[in-house]
């Protein structure tokens, strides 16, 4: 298995709403990502996690809660989220923290916030 | 500051053409650089990688791209396009920080 999958792959939420995205990889890799990307720009990294703790909080707002039950799980909880948050939300993960890993990307979740 | 710059917003070919989308970078030491594909609404795929050794490195899809340090540059190339690679390319850098960041991207649009 060389994926990383991602659930739902649309999700409309409202602004009162409690969400979650989820990611899966079977891949064996140690570190897992969430990016963020609107329209016709290039992803904005927002958390890092590393052999299942968190490593790098991009200065994301608590709205967005990221969790890693698991070497092979990724969450990202939505909260109270705003109109401007509708984006592509990517999830990835590379075989270990260190530079020379190519991240695996997976399809993404288009969240549209009304 | 340590960045990937891709001076072209959007570039347009001809289906059989050759193709090259240029990625310039500012760092001292050598860089970690990397090409991802995005067709449209979905994730983005790993062409190519750089980090050490021969310069011209071999990718998927019948990529190649060059590192050249004395003119800071890192492009993406192929000899021919086809119709399915219309999609939007980046650039990406890893400078030691170990986080991944994107150039903002080239559109690539083929015409028959």
């Known amino acids: 298995d060389t994926e990383v999958t991602q659930t739902p792959k649309h999700l409309v939420m409202g602004m009162t709403n409690k969400k979650s995205l989820k990611c899966e990889q079977h891949m064996g890799h140690r570190a897992m990502y969430w990016y963020k990307q609107k329209a016709k720009k290039p992803p904005e990294l927002m958390f890092v996690?590393?052999?299942?703790?968190?490593?790098i909080n991009e200065s994301v707002p608590s709205r967005f809660s990221p969790e890693c039950p698991n070497s092979s799980l990724l969450n990202l909880h939505l909260h109270a989220l705003q109109p401007e948050d509708s984006a592509l939300y990517l999830c990835?993960?590379?075989?270990?923290?260190?530079?020379?890993?190519?991240?695996?990307f997976g399809s993404g979740t288009r969240l549209t916030v009304v | 500051a340590q960045s990937v710059t891709q001076p072209d917003i959007h570039i347009t070919v001809s289906e059989g053409a050759s193709l090259e989308l240029r990625c310039n970078y500012s760092y001292g030491a050598t860089p970690y650089l990397f090409w991802y594909v995005q067709s449209p609404g979905q994730g983005l795929q790993l062409l190519l990688k750089?980090?050490?050794?021969?310069?011209l490195v071999q990718g998927i899809k019948g990529f190649e791209a060059e590192f050249k340090r004395s003119q800071s540059s890192f492009n993406l190339r192929k000899p021919s396009v086809h119709w399915s690679d219309a999609a939007e390319y980046f650039c990406a850098h890893n400078f030691g920080n170990e986080k991944l960041t994107f150039g903002t991207g080239t559109r690539l649009t083929i015409i028959p």
């Open positions: 990835a993960s590379s075989q270990d923290r260190g530079r020379a890993y190519g991240y695996t």
């Open positions: 750089y980090f050490s050794g021969d310069t």
């Open positions: 996690y590393s052999y299942e703790k968190l490593s």
